[in-house]
């Protein structure tokens, strides 16, 4: 039986003898189920197992702190590789990994495409602007604007390869039309921003994904302008874009931005975020 020194009424006393069976063959055990401030005394059942040791119920309420609760709902949706993004010491190693599937996916709906620039010039209405004739492999070169005036020397951009997203709504700024935007690498002040480079041997209109070279025929096709916008989900993977210690972009630091020709790489900003 339960010791008399400990009171009658203590959870704790309860707790500490759970699931322990004693000389004269009572086993306590709680239920949970039950949700009274006291706990009662069944008579004793024969168990069905050989040795038919009888066994006594003991209903408890709230002797379980609420942290160690076995209802584990809480759950991180975004797994960002910022440090100031917290996550639920409850969630499992096994919800982040389907969620960073999940973003995965997703961003393997971005036409994320090889480019190289024909001819870029400062924009008449905007000083912080560069106007750029990219090649992203369609008939027609694309017009797009990039705020990298104070950045990148005009000159850099001549003839260079660059990443295009090319499936985000045009916008008009200043009085062009941007239809697309180019990849950048930045360090966390935002001081030194690079253009994300496509690997040697790469052509304009290659496509550019997350993973490795045996999912390229699983890739989904890419979203509409209108699905991307939509679903949001530029807002929700670009959060997880950096570069790793050696350069090279990826996903969450695991899933490689990757051509058939290898992978996409900064020139030289490590653990930057990508935009």
């Not at 027609?140 to 295009?164: A, T």
């Not at 991307?228 to 090279?248: D, F, M, R």
């Amino acid at each position: 039986m339960v010791p008399a020194s400990l009171p009658r009424t203590s959870g704790l006393r309860l707790l500490s003898y759970c699931n322990q069976t004693y000389n004269c063959g009572i086993v306590l055990r709680p239920l949970l189920s039950i949700t009274s401030n006291y706990y009662s005394t069944a008579k004793p059942h024969r168990q069905q197992k050989k040795n038919n040791i009888p066994s006594l119920s003991l209903s408890i309420s709230s002797f379980i702190p609420k942290e160690k609760s076995l209802v584990t709902s809480k759950s991180i949706k975004t797994f960002c590789t910022t440090s100031n993004v917290t996550t639920d010491p409850a969630t499992t190693s096994d919800d982040n990994v389907v969620d960073m599937m999940k973003i995965k996916d997703m961003a393997n709906t971005l036409d994320l495409r090889v480019g190289k620039i024909l001819k870029a010039w400062r924009h008449e209405e905007a000083d912080s602007l560069y106007v750029e004739e990219v090649d992203v492999g369609e008939p027609e070169p694309r017009i797009i604007c990039s705020g990298l005036v104070k950045y990148i020397p005009l000159d850099d951009l001549q003839d260079k390869s660059v990443v295009v997203l090319a499936n985000l709504k045009p916008r008009n700024m200043r009085g062009v039309k941007s239809s697309g935007m180019l990849m950048a690498a930045s360090d966390a002040s935002h001081e030194n921003v690079e253009l994300l480079e496509p690997p040697v041997g790469s052509t304009p209109g290659d496509r550019i994904w997350f993973g490795t070279e045996d999912e390229k025929e699983r890739l989904p096709e890419a979203g509409s302008p209108n699905q991307i916008a939509k679903k949001k989900i530029w807002e929700q993977v670009q959060p997880h874009l950096v570069t790793t210690g050696s350069c090279v972009a990826t996903l969450g630091g695991t899933h490689l931005m990757i051509t058939s020709a290898g992978s996409v790489v900064s020139k030289s900003l490590v653990n930057a975020n990508i935009a």
